[in-house]
């Protein structure tokens, strides 16, 4: 009875998305030393440039006035064009993509500034804090920027013209396209991020995180290789940011406060640091852990009535919160420790020398 | 690369773990039951119960369950082998949590009529998943009209749109012969959109109007409360008399009784007559002593729907307060009503197909009368277009404080009549 | 033309009184045992819920709910800090695992709260005190509540530097502050200080949850919406600063109130933008003088002993 496909397809969606998240966050934390506690903010500008450009591309690309995008008619315009015009839709999310990517770049540049600016690396942490704050609050309240409360609604999945083309019309096939590309750019973004790691480059992110006047000292530019992890991690959560706006279809202020920044923190420390692959297995961990709770509830209400829910959606905030302290206390590092850096001279110099290929870990 | 076993074992663990819940759960049930084949329906419900609207959530759910728990005993009573069952599922009051609560819900068991969520925010999060896999939306109190939207899965026979409310206020305020009003409004899509309404009829009439937004959700509102009594010191240093002067509060709850005890304390504050929301009949606000004693000196005066002369209104709020103790919160009703709305619906159809029931629904619904008081009629939008409101001020009767009524308000006709002052 | 500044300061006052009780703690766990302890606003929550659950059984019996809050809210706190952060402090961990661990406590203890509140019924409620303005000035109501937190601000401060000055157990903490390892060398009992500084910490806040209460209504997400107010009151003074944080909170009470009764008035700008205001000076503060606006103790010791040196010669 129940829907597997469904449900490996609305896990794996959720999981791609909050995977390229955390390794965004690893880079600029577990390998560049920046500590990103306000990762909501890129994501959710990268959701809200993707919605506000789309809704006015796909007026402009079928030949049509601007409009407000906050009204009822735009958005159901826009819904109209996404089932019935592929070049439109796939050429608005295309650009929408590249947009948000070069914007999610630009803040990661304006971001870095407090962190060459400020004395102690917490009040980065600090600042980007309370940024994603003023994020939310002027983007809920500012009709302008973003409509409101309501967000902007209407970004349907940008293959929903599939439906009609085939002769099942199911909506499984776009949810099934959409998801698959979710996964192949969370697989270019782990393949960018353990290339940008296993290089002399890593090498100097970790120089610069582990001991940065060291690093200023032998000649390296600590503020630029700052500044240039920043740029990355924050382009790639505006990424995520792109891809999640067209999958949930609404851009709405709620789902980009510092409680969500929090929870990546969580996946990112779960995995453990410097550690992509860790990366991945925490955002892994916690999606499962979020949509099996789910899952596991309403299937139990569904089928032995009178169960009570409630316990299990306050516990799995419990659980969750209970299981980063026991993780800090006893395994501070993760769940998968940090490796050599692994470039590819590297690795040619220990097939020649025939060690073993496994990781030496740090402790 | 070798990874660190604990990481898998750990991984598996979860895996099996999670997994053989769903699939022995679902392996119990298609075992056959070996008494009476009975048919059980499933109702979602999908409400924020963790977070700053989980008091507004809980009440939901379990006027949710209180209709479920009325259906079933009638059902038994009459021998009917038909029963109902509420799955329900925290949203967390945001976007993502309303799309993955419906998701497992779809995907555990192939819900396809939901009960919520509570705002349109929430609403907007799920909107297109529910439209692809045909699952009727019922959100009880969700009144955006961002949600006026035609031809989709998401019907709202709850609560009337922000323009009727709007309409009763402003003409109310009009009758009573005001001319200067400072409108105090929670900064929500409802609130805001009653506001806007409000404003605007009462502009159109010459009545100057002075609108204060405040947050909603803050511990403490004195800065609202004392811009709203400058205002009204204004009005009055301008030459204008109190009885021409008003004050409307549109927002409800914690948020009003802390206004309520600061501008009790206020010396042009309490001069003034106060208008309000229908969400200010709460009992919360009525047995503080404080706070009733203030609204009864400024005659509040608010549009509450008519379920107080109804009988399943009158009864729900007892059902409700016998069974958790304590009163529903405001607009609970709705989801009572919604809840009763859709089991109907399924036992019309026969089925329990999302295609089909989104035909039924405004079938049912058009011909229902319940625990709001009002007769319901869902536009092309599945919208209501009818609203009768009472209009209602407080008065003290002996030690306690209730609402009585002194007018009413006619959606049909759009007009306000009112029997005394 | 300016009848809107004498109230808005009346109400500036109280704020910063409230904002003082609550930051208080915060300030004293960063400076004795340098953590930023993002669960302190939770201790404000549980203060104003064992206030709550105290005036059910005794109404308007606020001495006896403030005595009960200090209580509970320092008996957390010191809870929190042995089973906690001890663990992680002993091995030394960085900053950021401390902040982590403190978020992940913020969550364990609001949840909690809500689920015992969610069984209680008491989700959002009203504690039973009365509010009875005792005096007005320029309209605006001083009321008994408002009262007793200036004066509950103010002793808090006064107590607070006497027992620094000269209680052996205030001189501790402040050594610890300065250099822990020297005052553990020096044969002080660390432990008994840092775990007095923990109910203190918790205490004050948990005063302060129950001087806000009457005004408010109680809900689980009490303190965490003050969060940021309270670190950006912290970071005004200077976060290790004692006079600092009384500083921040008159900034912070008076911008948010009235600052923005300014803007509102003259530049339109709506209330619900009041929160930018302390976020954009947390910004403004921590880029252009991070160290805030107060002096630390022993920084303002040897600024007055580099005076008298220059006085006596």
């Given at each position: 009875m129940v829907d597997i496909v469904g449900f490996c397809l609305s896990f794996v969606s959720f999981f791609g998305i909050y995977a390229i998240l955390t390794l965004s966050l690893n880079l600029e934390y577990g390998f560049g030393g920046q500590p990103n506690f306000g990762q909501a903010l890129f994501y959710g500008m990268g959701a809200f440039v993707t919605a506000i450009l789309t809704s006015n591309l796909l007026l402009i690309l079928t030949h049509q006035h601007l409009e407000n995008i906050c009204t009822i008619s735009s958005?159901?315009?826009?819904?109209?064009?996404?089932?019935?015009?592929?070049?439109?839709?796939?050429?608005?999310?295309?650009?929408?993509?590249?947009?948000?990517?070069?914007?999610?770049?630009?803040?990661?540049?304006?971001?870095?500034?407090?962190?060459?600016?400020?004395?102690?690396?917490?009040?980065?942490a600090m600042v980007l804090l309370v940024a994603a704050q003023i994020f939310v609050i002027v983007f809920r309240y500012n009709t302008r920027l973003g409509c409101g409360f309501d967000g902007i609604a209407g970004i349907s999945n940008p293959f929903s013209w599939l439906v009609s083309l085939t002769p099942i019309n199911s909506p499984v096939i776009p949810n099934l396209v959409y998801s698959a590309i979710i996964l192949l750019f969370t697989y270019l973004c782990f393949v960018l991020t353990e290339r940008l790691t296993n290089s002399p480059f890593g090498r100097l992110l970790k120089s610069v995180r582990d001991d940065w006047l060291a690093s200023s000292t032998l000649g390296k530019n600590v503020n630029k290789?700052?500044?240039?992890?920043?740029?990355?991690?924050?382009?790639?959560?505006?990424?995520?940011?792109?891809?999640?706006?067209?999958?949930?279809?609404?851009?709405?202020?709620?789902?980009?406060?510092?409680?969500?920044?929090?929870?990546?923190?969580?996946?990112?420390?779960?995995?453990?640091?410097?550690?992509?692959?860790?990366?991945?297995?925490?955002?892994?961990?916690?999606?499962?852990?979020?949509?099996?709770?789910?899952?596991?509830?309403?299937?139990?209400?569904?089928?032995?009535?009178?169960?009570?829910?409630?316990?299990?959606?306050?516990s799995k905030y419990l659980l969750e919160s209970l299981l980063l302290l026991l993780l800090l206390v006893f395994r501070p590092k993760g769940i998968m420790k940090e490796g050599v850096i692994l470039t590819p001279a590297y690795r040619l110099f220990s097939l020649r020398m025939g060690e073993k290929k496994n990781e030496r870990n740090y402790s | 690369m070798a990874f660190p076993r604990v990481a898998i074992a750990l991984l598996i663990i979860g895996l099996i773990v999670g997994v053989g819940i769903g699939f022995g759960a679902s392996l119990a049930f298609q075992r056959p039951s070996s008494t009476q084949k009975t048919v059980t329906y499933t109702i979602g419900v999908i409400m924020p119960l963790s977070g700053t609207l989980a008091s507004f959530g809980t009440s939901f759910v379990n006027s949710v369950k209180l209709a479920v728990n009325e259906m079933n005993a009638n059902l038994s009573a009459i021998g009917s082998p038909i029963r109902f069952n509420v799955v329900v599922a925290d949203d967390g009051g945001t976007p993502a949590g309303a799309l993955s609560a419906l998701q497992s819900m779809y995907q555990s068991y192939s819900v396809q009529v939901v009960i919520g969520p509570l705002t349109s925010a929430e609403v907007l999060g799920l909107r297109d998943y529910a439209d692809a896999n045909h699952i009727v939306i019922l959100p009880p109190a969700a009144t955006a009209t961002s949600l006026r939207i035609a031809n989709d899965y998401v019907l709202r026979p709850g609560q009337p749109g922000d323009q009727f409310e709007g309409s009763a206020l402003a003409q109310t305020i009009l009758q009573f012969g005001e001319k200067y009003v400072v409108y105090i409004y929670r900064g929500d899509t409802s609130e805001i959109g009653t506001y806007n309404i409000t404003s605007g009829i009462l502009k159109q009439h010459g009545v100057s109007v002075i609108g204060i937004e405040y947050t909603p959700a803050q511990s403490d509102y004195s800065n609202i409360v004392a811009s709203a009594s400058s205002d009204v010191a204004n009005f009055l240093s301008n030459g204008a008399s109190k009885s021409q002067i008003a004050v409307v509060l549109g927002g409800y709850g914690t948020e009003a009784a802390n206004m309520f005890v600061h501008a009790s304390t206020d010396q042009y504050l309490t001069q003034v007559r106060w208008f309000g929301i229908e969400a200010l009949n709460d009992i919360s606000l009525l047995s503080d002593a404080q706070v009733a004693s203030f609204m009864a000196k400024v005659n509040l005066t608010i549009t509450a729907p008519e379920f107080k002369t109804s009988p399943q209104g009158i009864n729900f709020v007892k059902a409700y307060t016998q069974a958790y103790g304590s009163p529903p919160e405001p607009y609970s009703n709705y989801a009572y009503d919604n809840a009763w709305i859709a089991m109907l619906s399924i036992l019309v159809a026969g089925t329990y197909n999302g295609q089909v029931l989104v035909k039924i629904v405004p079938l049912v619904a058009d011909h229902y009368f319940g625990a709001s008081g009002t007769g319901i009629y869902l536009d092309q939008y599945g919208d209501q277009t009818i609203a009768y409101y009472s209009i209602e001020k407080l008065v003290k009767i002996g030690q306690t404080y209730n609402f009585t009524i002194i007018g009413e308000y006619n959606g049909g006709t759009n007009q306000v009549s009112l029997t005394s002052k | 033309m300016l009848n809107w500044l004498l109230g808005s300061i009346v109400r500036s006052i109280f704020e910063s009184g409230i904002f003082l009780m609550v930051s208080i703690g915060l300030t004293l766990t960063l400076a004795v045992v340098k953590l930023p302890n993002f669960a302190h606003a939770e201790f404000i929550t549980i203060g104003a819920y064992t206030t709550l659950i105290v005036t059910q059984f005794l109404p308007n019996n606020l001495p006896f709910a403030l005595i009960a809050s200090f209580l509970i809210s320092g008996l957390i706190a010191i809870v929190v800090h042995q089973l906690a952060y001890k663990p992680l402090i002993k091995r030394r961990s960085s900053l950021y695992i401390l902040v982590l661990a403190s978020f992940a406590v913020a969550q364990f203890l609001r949840y909690t709260v809500f689920i015992l509140a969610s069984i209680g019924g008491m989700l959002s409620a009203h504690p039973l005190i009365n509010v009875v303005p005792v005096l007005y000035i320029a309209?605006?109501?001083?009321?008994?509540?408002?009262?007793?937190?200036?004066?509950?601000?103010?002793?808090?401060?006064?107590?607070?530097?006497?027992?620094?000055?000269?209680?052996?157990?205030?001189?501790?903490?402040?050594?610890?502050?300065?250099?822990?390892?020297?005052?553990?060398?020096?044969?002080?009992?660390?432990?008994?200080?840092?775990?007095?500084?923990?109910?203190?910490?918790?205490?004050?806040?948990g005063v302060g949850g129950s001087m806000l209460s009457p005004y408010v209504t109680v809900t689980p997400a009490l303190g965490f919406n003050l969060l940021l107010e309270i670190f950006a009151v912290v970071i005004f003074g200077g976060l290790t600063s004692f006079i600092g944080t009384i500083l921040g909170s008159l900034i912070m009470g008076f911008a948010e109130n009235s600052l923005m009764d300014f803007?509102?008035?003259y530049f339109s700008v709506p209330y619900t933008y009041t929160p930018l205001i302390p976020f954009s000076l947390i910004i403004i503060v921590l880029l252009i003088k991070p160290t805030g606006f107060g002096l630390s103790y022993s920084v303002s010791r040897a600024l007055k002993q580099r005076l008298i040196r220059t006085q006596s010669r």
């Open positions: 958005l159901v315009e826009r819904e109209t064009i996404a089932t019935s015009n592929p070049s439109a839709t796939l050429l608005a999310w295309a650009i929408s993509g590249i947009t948000s990517i070069i914007v999610g770049a630009i803040l990661g540049f304006i971001a870095s500034y407090p962190a060459l600016r400020v004395k102690e690396e917490w009040y980065l290789i700052r500044t240039q992890v920043m740029i990355i991690g924050s382009s790639m959560a505006s990424l995520a940011g792109w891809l999640y706006v067209y999958y949930i279809g609404v851009a709405n202020t709620e789902d980009y406060t510092s409680t969500f920044t929090f929870s990546i923190w969580v996946m990112m420390i779960l995995g453990g640091f410097a550690n992509n692959r860790g990366a991945v297995v925490g955002a892994f961990f916690i999606t499962a852990l979020d949509r099996f709770t789910l899952i596991g509830s309403t299937l139990l209400q569904a089928y032995f009535p009178g169960f009570n829910p409630n316990i299990i959606s306050y | - | 309209g605006q109501a001083l009321t008994n509540i408002y009262l007793l937190t200036l004066l509950l601000a103010i002793l808090s401060a006064v107590f607070l530097s006497l027992f620094f000055k000269f209680t052996l157990t205030g001189k501790s903490m402040r050594a610890i502050s300065s250099n822990q390892v020297l005052a553990q060398l020096s044969g002080i009992n660390t432990e008994r200080a840092i775990n007095v500084m923990w109910i203190l910490a918790g205490g004050l806040a803007l509102n008035i």
